[in-house]
């Protein structure tokens, strides 16, 4: 049979009817950007500290001493988990002695907030931290809480799929490998009414589909991402790539209230800079390798993530931006997985394929709460743990196939193979016709 791109060429590439389809697709994914980063706010956790109940019997004095400090990023700051013994504090302040001077405050019994928290109002007035008081001892509760949410986004994500599938239109190159001719010749009939050039009076002869009947009958299924080592190979590092690449990708996102400044304002600055990194990721899919620029992006967003913890703490606006180029790197990336992934399977399993990635990517997603949480313990460790897994894929990207400037492949035997660095040989896809079997070279 022809090939899917001859026959429909007469559409022209960029046509009305693409530009809808491009606007419908893209307008059916906004309102997942709205409620997967609506947790950044919803999930924040605003600064605390145990709360003393007003019936605690204690001087104003006391009372403002009633929290132990720490040392929290190289200054003291009040305990965010303990408090001094309420008990011995309020027998202290009916003696009269003072906090300090006539009593040594740090051989003082402390004991948990059993009041509860006071939370600051400066950035947030209510979140489902300070709801359901997911702090202290229960502060593993709120990347959980966050995970459940991402969870949630996935099963929404799951619905708007199908029902944009009743906007949009099925794919006719898919159609057609489904052996469905009358279905995609329609489709492809109401693009060119669309696009406003006239349709060939016959789109499909029926040689062409005898010709193409075996290659019909074929069911694909999930196990079909695996049959051939080749073809495994290629899908382990793919749901590898996407689930490691949404972790640093959500990790960044979530973690701007724990940034310098402004909670709002830099969540604005960590949208604004994707749209730079759409415009070049655009740019190099255009013109260059795609395993190059891939890889480039990851080396450049896990690099600088990298270098966040060899900045002294006073140059905070450089520990921003820093997160910031490391945001624009994996966003980069990001976007132009999704081209790539495109390119890489047959058309029987192309959208299986996809399935399966963005399901290992929302799995990053529900994952990446737990790596800012990290932060807990060590400021630095989820940007060292991030900025290793995002530099690592950028190596894992450099063994799989080059795809650009190949058309896309209709069957398995033309997908291209994984790329070894070991003897530095080209690859070889193999495209079988009925009329003319032939080798193409394709360099990687």
């Known amino acids: 049979m022809r090939d899917y791109d001859a026959v429909t060429a007469f559409l022209g590439e960029w046509g009305r009817f693409q530009r809808l389809v491009f606007f419908l697709l893209s307008a059916s994914i906004v309102p997942n950007g709205f409620n997967g980063m609506s947790a950044v ?5 605003p600064e605390h500290r145990c709360a003393v109940p007003g019936g605690a019997n204690l001087s104003g004095e006391w009372r403002n001493a009633s929290i132990p400090l720490e040392l929290r990023e190289g200054r003291a700051a009040p305990s965010r988990c303990r408090r001094y013994r309420l008990a011995a504090l309020a027998n202290f302040s009916a003696l009269g002695l003072r906090p300090g001077s006539d009593v040594e405050l740090g051989s003082l019994e402390q004991e948990p907030c059993l009041d509860g928290w006071e939370y600051s109002r ?13 702090v202290c001892e229960d502060d593993w509760k709120a990347p959980l809480t966050t995970s459940l949410f ?4 996935l099963i929404g994500s799951f619905i708007s799929g199908q029902l944009s599938d009743r906007i949009i239109p099925e794919s006719p190159r898919w159609l057609i490998s489904q052996g469905r001719y009358k279905e995609a010749e329609v489709i492809i009939r109401k693009a060119a009414k669309i696009n406003g050039v006239p349709a060939p009076a016959v789109l499909f002869d029926t040689a062409e589909m005898q010709d193409s009947k075996p290659q019909q009958q074929q069911k694909a299924i999930l196990l079909d991402l695996f049959r051939t080592r080749n073809i495994a190979t ?3 590092m793919s749901l590898l790539l996407w689930f490691f690449t949404s972790v ?3 990790g960044l996102s979530l973690s701007t209230p724990n940034w310098h400044g402004n909670a709002y304002i830099n969540c ?16 190099l899919l255009r013109s260059l390798p795609r395993r190059y ?3 480039g992006t990851l080396f450049l967003g896990g690099g600088v993530v990298l270098f966040i913890q060899l900045v002294p703490a006073d140059f905070n606006v450089l520990s921003v931006g820093l997160v910031m180029l490391g945001k624009f790197g994996i966003t980069a990336a990001f976007s132009m997985l999704y081209v790539y992934n495109v390119e890489l399977y047959p058309t029987l399993v192309r959208n299986m394929a996809v399935g399966a990635t963005s399901t290992a990517s929302r799995l990053g997603s529900i994952i990446a709460p737990y790596f800012v949480y990290l932060g807990a313990y060590d400021r630095f460790l989820p940007y060292i743990l991030m900025g290793s897994l995002t530099v690592l894929i950028g190596i894992l990207t450099l063994f799989l196939p080059e795809s650009h400037g190949n058309p896309l492949p209709e069957n398995f035997e033309q997908m291209l193979k994984v790329k070894c660095f070991r003897n530095g040989q080209q690859t070889t896809g193999i495209r079988n016709s009925k009329k003319n079997s032939k080798i193409l070279i394709t360099p990687l």
């Open 248 to 250: 640093g990708y959500f």
């Open 122 to 134: 400066d950035v947030y007035r209510s979140t489902i931290v300070t709801e359901w008081n997911l």
């Open 41 to 45: 706010f919803l999930a924040g956790t």
């Open 268 to 283: 604005f600055l960590s949208a604004v800079i994707e749209v730079p990194a759409y415009v070049i990721a655009w740019l």
């Open 150 to 153: 991402f969870v949630g986004v």
């Open 234 to 236: 290629i899908t382990i």
């Open 293 to 295: 620029s891939l890889s």
